[in-house]
């Protein structure tokens, strides 16, 4: 393999990994039948229960990125003709209501503005309309940096009989995310952002009440894949194979759990809360416009326009290429005049920090 | 990470992978988009398709394991109504026929006894009986050890105006590929077979007529994640994000696939079929039965019953316990009285076969 430069990653994720990660996956691989390697597997479904805060005995990692997680939710829910309530603010929130459709569900989209969430009564509305199977939402909006309030609307959704989809593939190990407390029937994460593990895996949990969709649907999951019901017969006490699952991928993963672990999850929370803040504060100061809403802004994960007369493709060239350091240009709406900066994981450090905010004043004025 | 067992691989995948891929994998990751990795992407490109035997542009690798690619493969094809003729002669030929039947698809599986070929003869009736959009088919069966002719059905499939898939799993660099020559429309792979890389991706490649054929789709492709003309948005010139490539993963398969051709395509065919050979001629010797029908046997993957009295299970839980060698047990209609034994890619070395055979004969006789 040729040499790589080396990065310093405050992108959308990835994020930064840390060296004992990195030494896990380099490890000899064994098979996935392995008595030592399901053991292994147990492991990772403790550890993630434990950072979803749920008691969800159906809790694994797909096989896939986020999306392949978001995937996942949808397509063992969705039967054709099911409504399904999409709560949109961004291109997460977009993504959600397309897989949506192509499940052959009846997607009605709850819209906000770019930046803001969508609000508790406009869910609300759209559950009295009528019947849906589920309510889907995005926690950690990647495209805005908004934070979308979880409680009430899963809440509301359950006492309309919905069962609620939570996307916190940016949000998990770096805000609060409380699966059982808030009643989210299934929520799903990626290992590329707050986990700080390399992209491949997507950390999933069901409860009781979607397993429960999942077995009593009329026609069988549209995706072989990602059928839950298939795949826990893998991950459970039968260890029946399906596919071959990712072994390097979930050695990193496992070293990666431990070490959120070992930070402790609320110590976790609040660095990203403290730098996030840090980080924010500093680049109002340098001219960059916050683009989502005050009140509403995650620490993780900074959608700003960059200062008027700054050149945004041009200054982000600089910090790669000068710096090595990788920032996010905006998506969909933001394109072309705003940077996403992440500080997530192991990219959310003090020094790393200062690093960061010294380059990019350095391009920027 | 808890230390794990050291394990040589001889099962029906993984396989054991080389110390420099290992080393790839550890390598510090950077960005999706960054303007460096994306060469690399061009680079595990330009070698698969040298691997597949391929010009085809639409080269690369699913963000999943084979079953993902084997799906993937599927869905972009085949729409609801569609017919599709599947060849089936064991546990990966049922597979291709559930995957296509959850597309919607009106399968015509066509059945061989487990361990021998489908007939070229069976397929053409099929094809005669009415028009197909597909003809699927497994190469190297890893249930049966049975190689699977292609190249005639390929032709007949053609000039009935079917696209030809082709399940190249356990083939792809143990034995001639040959996807242009053969006229092969969509052929995927997975990466811990005679690639010896860690499972996680799916090689896969498009001809220009299966990507006609899924761009003239009346309906959307059914996964979103597995659509491939979204994914080609950023595997080719465009560099559209749509998902997070499993950026150490590529690393490791870009290593993988630059060990493949510094040996050799052909070179790597010989020692697969000649190591192959003498695993064969010596698990007779100790009474064991091949599976599959002589002159359809894969070097790379034998499936043979355990000699009578043997008790297959203990046997191979003495192999993996005092010896640490991983051999697979029977699949379907051979389970547990079978084994399966992969001699691919790494785990395909002189040194490591005679280790092997004697502790085959130290759990046996």
């Known amino acids: 393999m040729p040499d790589m430069p080396v990065r310093m990653l405050f992108g959308p994720g990835p994020s930064d990994v840390a060296p004992s990660v990195l030494e896990a996956m380099a490890r000899p691989i064994m098979g996935h039948l392995d008595p030592a390697f399901v053991e292994l597997l147990d492991d990772v479904a403790r550890m ?21 997680g978001m995937e996942m939710a949808l ?34 989209e709850v819209v906000a503005e770019w930046g803001s969430p969508v609000p508790d009564a406009a869910v609300r509305e759209a559950l009295d309309r009528g019947p849906a199977k589920i309510v889907a939402l995005v926690h950690a909006e990647t495209s805005t940096g908004m934070r979308q309030p979880v409680e009430r609307i899963a809440r509301d959704a359950r006492e ?82 399906h596919h071959t699952a990712p072994i390097s991928m979930l050695y990193a993963l496992h070293e990666g759990l431990r070490l959120v672990l070992d930070e402790g999850l609320e110590a976790r929370w609040e660095r990203h809360e403290r730098l996030g803040g840090e980080l924010q504060a500093a680049l109002v100061e340098m001219g960059f416009d916050l683009l989502a809403e005050e009140g509403f802004r995650l620490p993780q994960l900074t959608a700003a326009a960059v200062p008027s007369g700054v050149d945004e493709r041009a200054a982000r060239g600089r910090l790669l290429d000068e710096y090595g350091i990788e920032v996010g240009g905006g998506l969909g709406v933001f394109a072309g005049r705003a940077w996403r900066i992440g ?10 920090l200062e690093r960061l905010l010294a380059a990019i004043l350095a391009v920027t004025q």
Chains 1, 2 share one sequence.
């Open 343 to 352: 500080l997530m994981g192991e990219s959310c450090r003090e020094d790393k």
């Open 75 to 108: 397509v063992n829910l969705l039967e054709p003709g099911d409504r399904a309530i999409v709560c949109v603010a961004g291109v997460f929130g977009q993504r959600l209501a397309e897989i949506a459709r192509r499940c052959g569900a009846q997607v009605d």
């Open 160 to 241: 309309h009989g919905a069962l609620v989809v939570l996307d916190a593939v940016t949000s998990l190990a770096g805000i609060p995310v409380s699966v059982d407390e808030w009643g989210v029937d299934v929520c799903y994460s990626g290992t590329q952002k707050c986990l700080s593990v390399p992209p491949g895996l997507s950390p999933i949990t069901f409860s009781t009440r979607a397993m429960d969709a999942a077995r009593a649907r009329r026609e069988p999951v549209r995706s072989w894949y990602l059928d839950v019901t298939l795949i826990t017969r893998y991950w459970g006490a039968d260890r029946v194979y």
């Open 48 to 68: 993630l229960r434990e950072i979803f805060r749920t008691a969800n005995e159906v809790t694994f990692a797909v096989s896939g990125t986020g999306s392949a």
